[in-house]
C-alpha cells in the first residue's frame, strides 16, 4: 500500500522522505507488552520521548492539570445523563481512571460506542468510495487524530478502518488512488500505527501517509496543502475526532471546508456541552468551539436529550453560513440521550446521499442516533419510520407541481431517503394531495423524473362538495 506518488510525498519512514524533510521513525524499537497493567505498550527507542511523570508534569509537555482541562470529553460513563450543566460531585474517580489510561497507555481498551462510531464511518465510508474513487482519478482522507490503530481489546482504529474498507470495498479494483493521511500527536502511537498499517496487504491505489507526530491545529495548513496534492478541486474528506473541545476550534473546522470538494465527518461533544454549558468562563471555549454564541439558544433546554440535540442543530448552523449542507447522528450510550454527535459538512448533495442511508440503517424509526445494542438491529417500527418533517415540508408544497429531483433533493436535506420520500407520497395521494401527472403511464406510483401536483385539504373539500 505504500508507494511512490506521482506529486506527493512518500509516507514517512521510508527511502526518500529524509530528502523532503520528513521524520524518519526508528528502525529499531523494543517493544513490551505488560497483561498486569491491561495491555500497556512500553516503547523505547531512538526517536521516542519518555513518558515518565515527575512532579505532575509528563516528560513531553503535558501535566495533569492539562488533562483535568478535557476531563469532560474523555468519558461520561459515571455522569448521569440529566446532570444539568455542571459535572455531578461524585464523577471524578471514574474519569480520572479515564484520564490516566489515555495518559499513560500507548494502547487503551475500546468502547461501545466507539465502535458504533466506526460503523457509521465505514458505511460512510462505502458510499463515499463509490461515488469519489470511481468518478475521480485520486482523492484523499485525513485523520487528524489516528491514535495507534487498535485497541488493546482487538478493534481496529478509525485509520485502519478506512483502510481496510477500501481494501476490501467489491469496487476497489476500478477506483483511482486513495491518499490516506494520518496524523497522531504521540511518537509512541505513531510507531504503533506504523505497526498496524505493516499488518495489511498491498494495494498499488492506497496510498499512506503517516506524519511526523504533531497537533491537529499546528499541521491543519500543511495536511491540506499534502491532501490536495497542488489542486484545490481534488475531493477530501477530513475525519476529525479529537479529544477535547479545545484541539478542534469552529475556526479550525472552518479551514477543512476552504475547497470546493471537502468533507468533515467531525465529532461533536454534546454531552460535555450539555453538562459544562453555564460553568463560570466556559463560555469563552463554547464560543471559540462554535464560532460564535450562537450555542446559547441550546442552554434554554432543560432536558438533557432535548439540550444535546440542540447543541447539534446549533452547530450546523453555524457550519450552513459556510454554504455548505449538514447531518448529525447521535451515538449513545445503552438507551441514554446521546454521548456525542457525529456531524457530517459536504458541498454536495451527493454527500447527503451518502448520509441519509447510514443513519436510518443503523436507526430504522428516526435515523437520529444508536447505541451499541440497538446499531443495526431490526426494529418494530421498521414499517412506520418517522417522516413527520418530511410530510410537513411536502404538505407546504400545495398549489404547486414539482419534479421528483427537486423532492430528492429537499428529502435529502432533511436527512431522508428515496423510500421515505415515496412513502410520504403515498399518503398525500390516499388522501388526494398529491397526484402524478407526468408520466401518465409507469410501472410505480412515484417513479424518478417524474412530476407530481400538491394540493391544499381544502381543495379536496372544496371539490368533493
Not at 476531563?71 to 481512571?97: L, Q, W
Not at 498491498?202 to 497537533?215: E, K, Y
Not at 417500527?381 to 398549489?399: P, Q
Not at 399518503?427 to 398529491?434: I, T
Request: charged share 25%.
Amino acid at each position: 500500500m505504500r508507494r511512490r506518488d506521482r506529486g506527493c510525498p512518500l509516507i514517512p519512514g521510508l527511502p526518500g522522505a529524509a530528502a523532503r524533510g520528513e521524520q524518519s521513525l526508528p528502525t529499531t524499537v523494543s517493544t513490551s507488552l505488560s497483561r498486569s497493567t491491561g495491555g500497556t505498550v512500553s516503547q523505547s527507542g531512538p526517536g521516542l520521548s519518555s513518558r515518565r511523570r515527575d512532579g505532575g508534569r509528563i516528560q513531553g509537555g503535558t501535566t495533569a492539570t492539562d488533562e483535568v482541562d478535557r476531563v469532560g470529553v474523555i468519558d461520561n460513563t459515571s455522569h448521569s445523563d440529566d446532570a444539568g450543566c455542571s459535572a455531578s460531585a461524585g464523577s471524578g474517580e471514574g474519569i480520572m481512571r479515564r484520564v490516566e489510561e489515555l495518559r499513560e497507555q500507548t494502547v487503551w481498551k475500546s468502547d461501545p460506542h466507539t465502535q458504533v462510531k466506526h460503523l457509521v464511518y465505514r458505511h460512510y465510508l462505502q458510499c463515499w468510495m463509490a461515488k469519489i474513487l470511481q468518478k475521480f482519478p485520486e482523492a484523499t482522507i485525513v485523520d487528524g487524530f489516528a491514535g495507534p490503530g487498535v485497541y488493546t481489546d482487538g478493534p481496529p482504529g478509525s485509520s485502519i478502518v478506512v483502510a481496510k474498507t477500501f481494501l476490501e470495498h467489491a469496487a476497489h479494483r476500478r477506483f483511482g488512488r486513495l491518499n490516506l493521511i494520518c496524523l497522531e500527536e504521540r511518537p509512541d502511537r505513531v510507531e504503533e500505527l506504523h505497526r498496524q498499517f505493516a499488518k495489511l496487504p498491498n494495494s498499488p491505489q492506497l496510498n499512506v501517509r503517516i506524519q511526523p507526530p504533531g497537533t491537529f491545529a499546528e499541521q491543519q495548513s500543511r495536511l491540506s496543502a499534502l491532501a490536495h496534492c497542488g489542486r484545490a478541486d481534488t475531493p477530501v474528506l477530513w475525519l476529525i475526532d479529537p479529544f477535547n473541545l479545545k484541539s478542534a476550534p469552529f475556526s479550525l473546522i472552518s479551514k477543512c471546508l476552504t475547497g470546493p470538494r471537502d468533507e468533515v465527518l467531525f465529532t461533536l461533544f454534546t454531552n460535555e456541552l450539555h453538562r459544562f454549558c453555564q460553568r463560570e468562563g466556559f463560555d469563552i471555549a463554547m464560543t471559540a468551539y462554535f464560532g460564535g454564541d450562537h450555542w446559547q439558544t441550546a442552554t434554554i433546554e432543560r432536558r438533557a436529550g432535548a439540550r444535546k440535540e440542540a447543541f447539534s442543530a446549533a452547530y450546523q448552523l453555524g457550519l450552513k453560513e459556510l454554504k455548505v449542507f449538514t447531518g448529525s447522528f447521535g451515538i449513545k450510550i445503552s438507551n441514554q440521550s446521546a454521548r456525542y454527535h457525529l456531524i457530517l459538512a459536504t458541498h454536495s448533495e451527493a454527500g447527503l446521499k451518502c448520509w441519509a442511508p447510514v443513519t436510518w440503517k443503523l436507526d430504522s424509526y428516526s435515523g437520529q442516533g444508536a447505541s451499541a445494542d440497538t446499531a443495526d438491529a431490526l426494529s418494530l417500527f421498521d414499517e412506520a419510520s418517522v417522516v413527520d418533517r418530511l410530510d410537513v415540508a411536502l404538505r407546504t408544497l400545495a398549489g404547486t407541481e414539482q419534479r421528483w429531483e427537486v423532492l430528492s433533493s429537499q428529502a435529502a436535506r432533511l436527512n431522508h431517503m428515496d423510500k421515505h420520500l415515496r412513502q410520504v407520497l403515498d399518503n398525500l395521494a390516499a388522501q388526494g394531495l398529491a397526484i402524478r401527472i407526468n408520466p401518465v403511464k409507469a410501472r410505480s406510483a412515484w417513479p424518478e423524473g417524474c412530476t407530481i401536483r400538491f394540493y391544499a385539504p381544502e381543495d379536496v373539500v372544496e371539490e368533493s362538495a
